[in-house]
Nanobody, 124 residues
């Protein structure tokens, strides 16, 4: 499966962005999808994930209540709606996929497929 992340940009603190992760080559409904981010000088960290079969979603504590992961199977796309953004959310955001994944979705190394990343910059 090939992944294309988009939707990043520059936004003021308190604003919102919606990231998209469009898939080609395979149907995303059969894959767990995760969003990760990496800020300069920091390790890549888990943001949110959606299982392939149960519909369960998972969030990092730092984004829970502000970010929402969702799927549009008809468009073969997964979204990350980000609200109440703050400067600490500034990072390159990556989407990743794992076939039939339902567990251990917070670990980046468990995902074999990655998109190219999209930059999110939040100004104070």
């Amino acid at each position: 499966v090939q992944l294309q992340a988009s939707g990043g940009g520059l936004v003021q603190a308190g604003g919102s962005l919606r990231l998209s992760c469009a898939a080609s080559g395979r149907t995303l409904s059969s894959y767990a999808v995760g969003w990760f981010r990496q800020a300069p000088g920091k390790e890549r960290e888990f943001v949110a994930a959606s299982t392939w079969s149960t519909g369960a979603t998972y969030y990092a504590d730092s984004v829970r209540g502000r970010f929402t992961i969702s799927r549009d199977n008809a468009k073969n796309t997964v979204y990350l709606q980000m609200n109440s953004l703050n400067p600490e959310d500034t990072a390159v955001y990556y989407c990743a996929a794992r076939y039939a994944g339902n567990s251990d979705l917070r670990t980046a190394q468990r995902y074999p497929y990655w998109g190219q990343g999209t930059q999110v910059t939040v100004s104070s």
